[in-house]
C-alpha cells in the first residue's frame, strides 16, 4: 500500500476578505485619459504618421523617433527619413520631420525640422 502524501498547506488568494491592508500597499494605477471610440492607438499612429509621410515625399521612413498625443485627440510624431544615399552609409543625409495626425490617424501637417549626416552625434549642451 502506497505513503499518502502529506497534506500541504493552502495559501489564501489575494484578493480573500479581510485582505485590505494588502490594497493600501498597492494603490490601484492610473489609467491615461482614454481615447475617442475608433482613434488610433499608438501603434496605429506610428504606421500612419510613418506610411502616410512616404507617400508625400516618395522615400521610405528609416523611423519613428518620438510621438505623442495632442490635446486636440490627434498625434504628433517625429519621423527620420534618408533624403540623400551616400557611400559608406555613414556619410548618408537624412532628415527629421514633424508629422501632426487628427483624431482619425489622418496627415494633416508635416514640416522638416532637422537635416544631419547618418554619422552625426548630437552634442549635449
Request: charged share 30%.
Amino acid at each position: 500500500m502506497a505513503a499518502a502524501e502529506p497534506a500541504r498547506p493552502r495559501r489564501a488568494p489575494s484578493h480573500a476578505a479581510g485582505e485590505g491592508e494588502e490594497q493600501d500597499r498597492n494603490p490601484p494605477r492610473r489609467t491615461p485619459p482614454r481615447r475617442r471610440t475608433g482613434a488610433p492607438g499608438a501603434a496605429a499612429a506610428m504606421r500612419a504618421a510613418a506610411g502616410q509621410l512616404s507617400e508625400l515625399l516618395g522615400r521610405t521612413p528609416e523611423s519613428v523617433a518620438s510621438l505623442k498625443p495632442t490635446e486636440d485627440g490627434g498625434w504628433e510624431a517625429q519621423v527620420e527619413v534618408v533624403e540623400l544615399e551616400r557611400i559608406p552609409d555613414s556619410t548618408s543625409v537624412l532628415a527629421s520631420y514633424r508629422v501632426n495626425l487628427d483624431e482619425d490617424g489622418e496627415l494633416i501637417s508635416y514640416e522638416r525640422t532637422r537635416r544631419y549626416s547618418r554619422g552625426m552625434i548630437d552634442r549635449l549642451p
